[in-house]
């Protein structure tokens, strides 16, 4: 794996993360199991797909899965406020029940934004949210998020799915990065 000397520690494990998707997903199972029209979950690109495809196999109904990529950062790790549409969805939501799979919730900018559009602009019938990962210390802006895999403190993690400038996505764990390799 690349700049392995650049990780810090390790803060949820492999088998950490697992055991909680497979709670999450029997938990959204629930929720969507009696509710009449297929559901329509958005994975956020690209931090989300890793947990997407672990989370999606633990959920026990039929969905329609599609993709948006957003973008609220710049180059480095604070949040410019911001929100970009990189790549949109391909159906639309409109009267849909939508689950939006994130990666990880900082500022919660992205999220709110998000959701004000989709429920909107868009028109979709309800918004629900699931994240792996939250720091509820660096909100800026209230959201709503149903699902949380694991609160986490003020530090920049990678991992399962999650990039420092691209790199160590396919990391099994999600680990805290060493302050030098961002500062
Ligand atoms: P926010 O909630 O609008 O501030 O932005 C959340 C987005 O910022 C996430 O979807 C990630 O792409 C990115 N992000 C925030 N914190 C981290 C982190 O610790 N590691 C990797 N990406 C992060
Ligand atoms: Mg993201």
Not at 16 to 22: F, P, T, Y
Not at 23 to 49: D, F, H, M, S
Not at 119 to 133: D, H, W
Not at 166 to 182: G, I, S
Request: proline letters at 2%; aromatic letters at 6%; hydrophobic letters at 40%.
């Amino acid at each position: 794996m690349e700049h392995t000397d650049l990780i810090k520690e390790t803060l949820i494990t492999e088998s950490q993360i697992a055991e909680r998707v497979k709670e999450l997903g029997a938990q959204i199972t629930e929720r969507y199991k009696n509710c009449g029209n297929r559901p329509i979950v958005i994975g956020i690109l690209k931090g989300a797909w890793i947990y997407l495809a672990d989370l999606m196999r633990q959920v026990d109904v039929d969905v329609d899965i599609d993709f948006m990529s957003v973008s609220s950062y710049g180059g480095g790790t604070t949040t410019s406020g911001s929100i970009t549409i990189v790549k949109d969805l391909s159906v639309s939501v409109e009267g849909r029940d939508v689950l939006i799979v994130e990666d990880i919730v900082d500022s919660g900018v992205t999220l709110s934004r998000l959701k004000t559009l989709l429920l909107g602009e868009r028109g979709a019938k309800s918004v629900v949210i699931s994240t792996l990962l939250s720091k509820p210390s660096r909100r800026q802006v209230h959201v709503d998020v149903e699902y949380v895999g694991f609160e986490i403190p003020d530090a920049f993690v990678v991992g399962y799915g999650l990039d420092f400038d691209e790199k160590f996505r396919t990391l099994r764990d999600v680990c805290v990065l060493k302050e030098e390799a961002y500062k």
